[in-house]
């Protein structure tokens, strides 16, 4: 079953345009992690951001911010003011505590394109 | 630290060849994975070992396919024999497997099968 479901295979934007990715998760543990990675066309996969289960406070970073409801077991990603750099893949991924966080488990990723 | 790291770069081999791909996680890791990356499936998860043991192989497509990791230090994915179908990136990653803490990705390994 399906535990990551990023429902977006691919969101096309003009540069300065937000962007916005969803991710919905499956879990039944009380305690796990959530994760962004970014791909890049240079094929690397990047870690970006995570949230844990307990710490429901969306947050920015610079032009990167997150939206973690627990309620709806979504952790949505939103970058501001896109430019052409942020063409990538981008995947969301879970770590639970009932694999002692060794296990990671990524969504089908998001193709992001951003043109000038 | 030098992250992960992944030989070879990229790999063309014929079918019903052998072909072993390598990874030295990050020192002090106690996790290590191996994923496939296609077109068609994404980022799968074939197998992955704690402290060299594995773990969970359930995602290991068939016998073709094994995988072993002889020290802490270093791991490898052997498919034998080699079809083209299993031309994709295959990534190596490793954790230190504490609260919370991301996984570190190696370049990843190219392997066409022709």
């Known amino acids: 079953a399906q535990k990551v479901t990023q429902a977006q295979t691919e969101i096309s934007v003009v540069e300065k345009e937000d962007v916005t990715l969803d991710c919905v998760y499956e879990?039944?543990?009380?305690?796990?992690?959530l994760f962004w990675y970014k791909q890049p066309p240079s094929g690397e996969l990047v870690f970006l951001i995570r949230?844990?289960?307990?710490?429901?406070q969306n947050e920015i970073s610079g032009r990167y911010s997150w939206n973690f409801q627990k309620s709806t077991s979504s952790f949505n990603f939103t970058i501001t003011a896109s430019q052409v750099v942020d063409s990538a893949v981008y995947f969301c991924?879970?770590?639970?505590?009932?694999?002692?966080?060794?296990?990671?488990?990524f969504g089908a990723g998001t193709q992001v394109v951003v043109t000038p | 630290d030098a992250g992960v790291i992944q030989s070879p770069r990229h790999e063309v081999t014929e079918m019903g060849q052998e072909v072993t791909l390598r990874c030295k996680p990050i020192?002090?890791?106690?996790?290590l994975f191996w994923y496939r990356q296609t077109m068609m499936r994404g980022l799968e998860l074939l197998i992955y070992?704690?402290?060299?043991?594995?773990?969970?192989d359930s995602g290991m497509p068939e016998d073709r396919f094994s995988a072993k990791m002889p020290n802490a230090s270093f791991s490898t994915l052997k498919i034998q024999p080699s079809e083209p179908r299993d031309s994709a990136v295959y990534f190596c990653?490793?954790?230190?497997?504490?609260?919370?803490?991301?996984?570190?990705f190696g370049q990843g390994t190219r392997l066409t099968v022709v």
């Open positions: 879990t039944r543990d009380t305690t796990y992690y």
């Open positions: 949230r844990n289960s307990f710490d429901e």
């Open positions: 990653a490793s954790s230190p497997g504490t609260l919370g803490t991301e996984a570190f």
């Open positions: 020192s002090g890791h106690d996790y």
């Open positions: 991924a879970l770590s639970e505590a009932r694999n002692s966080w060794g296990k990671f488990q």
């Open positions: 070992f704690n402290n060299n043991v594995p773990i969970d």
